[in-house]
């Protein structure tokens, strides 16, 4: 507009000569859709019906052929030595414990096994896919619904129960699930009740006592007649011999 504004509006002032602006808008128009869709005229579809590919009928019908059987899959000799080195251990072992493994620093794991280790006790990382199918044929198989998630073993020729729960008490990462001592499956109620038993020797040493108590009372019981009847017969026969002869009267003794 040559720099002049509408009626009654100053325009913009004008340009020096030789400055450009930063910024130019420049506004362009949408450009307008040409392309739509339009229906298939009636003698290409006919077209393409008559030109489509069908596919020839099989000679022999599916369903009279033989059912197609699958081929079993040879097993995995890594798996396979996976499965017999669990065996090993469920049939050397006097306590096999089940525990839920959570996520722990190497530097914890390595401190756990050292303590554990110091009481004959050995960590097991295990897969479910492996043990489980060994469990399945053992008389093992009610320790199956244990196996859900993570799991670790912790496996010892002794019966340490004690000592395993003492060190998993500061290892909040590893939950005892269950255990089986001595051919014997327990909760984990079950394995701190048989933590609280005395050792072995300790338990040998009360039966024995407690069976040798009841033959000794039942001696002394029978030999009590023979013995009071032996008493009476001794302080008979020292009174007979104090007061003379059997028929004589005993003897009147002087006064003063």
Same mark, same amino acid.
């Given at each position: ?8 509006? @100053?325009?913009? &002032? ?17 450009? #307008?859709? /040409?392309?739509?869709?339009?229906? !298939? ?7 393409? &019906?008559?030109? =489509? ?13 033989? #059912? $197609? ?17 669990? =065996? ?23 401190? !756990?096994? $050292? ?13 479910? =896919?492996?043990?489980? @199918? *060994? ?28 000592? !395993? ?25 079950? *394995? ?13 040493? %009360? /039966? ?13 019981? +029978? %030999? ?8 009476? +017969? ?13 028929? =004589? ?8």
């Amino acid at each position: 507009r040559n720099g002049k504004g509408g009626a009654g509006c @100053p325009g913009p &002032a004008p340009l020096p000569p030789g400055w450009l602006p930063a910024l130019r808008l420049v506004r362009r128009g949408s450009k #307008a859709v /040409t392309r739509h869709w339009k229906a !298939m005229h009636f003698q290409r579809q006919k077209l393409m &019906a008559v030109t =489509e590919y069908v596919a020839p009928r099989p000679a022999v019908p599916p369903r009279c052929l033989p #059912a $197609h059987r699958d081929e079993p899959q040879e097993e995995d000799g890594y798996a396979r030595l996976l499965r017999r080195q669990v =065996e090993q251990v469920f049939r050397s072992s006097r306590m096999v414990a089940v525990c839920q493994y959570n996520s722990m620093p190497d530097e914890d794991v390595a401190t !756990m096994r $050292h303590y554990l280790r110091r009481h004959n006790i050995e960590v097991k990382f295990v897969l479910n =896919e492996i043990v489980r @199918p *060994v469990l399945e044929q053992s008389k093992y198989r009610n320790l199956l619904p244990l196996f859900v998630c993570r799991n670790i073993l912790l496996v010892s020729p002794e019966t340490r129960a004690r000592e !395993m729960l003492r060190v998993l008490k500061g290892v909040p990462q590893v939950n005892l699930l269950g255990a089986c001592i001595d051919d014997t499956i327990l909760s984990r109620q079950g *394995v701190e009740n048989f933590a609280r038993l005395p050792s072995l020797e300790a338990s040998q040493g %009360q /039966t024995v006592g407690a069976l040798a108590l009841l033959p000794s009372q039942t001696s002394s019981l +029978l %030999q009590r007649g023979p013995s009071l009847l032996t008493a009476l +017969l001794d302080e008979h026969i020292r009174r007979l011999r104090d007061t003379g002869a059997p028929g =004589e009267p005993p003897q009147e003794q002087g006064k003063g």
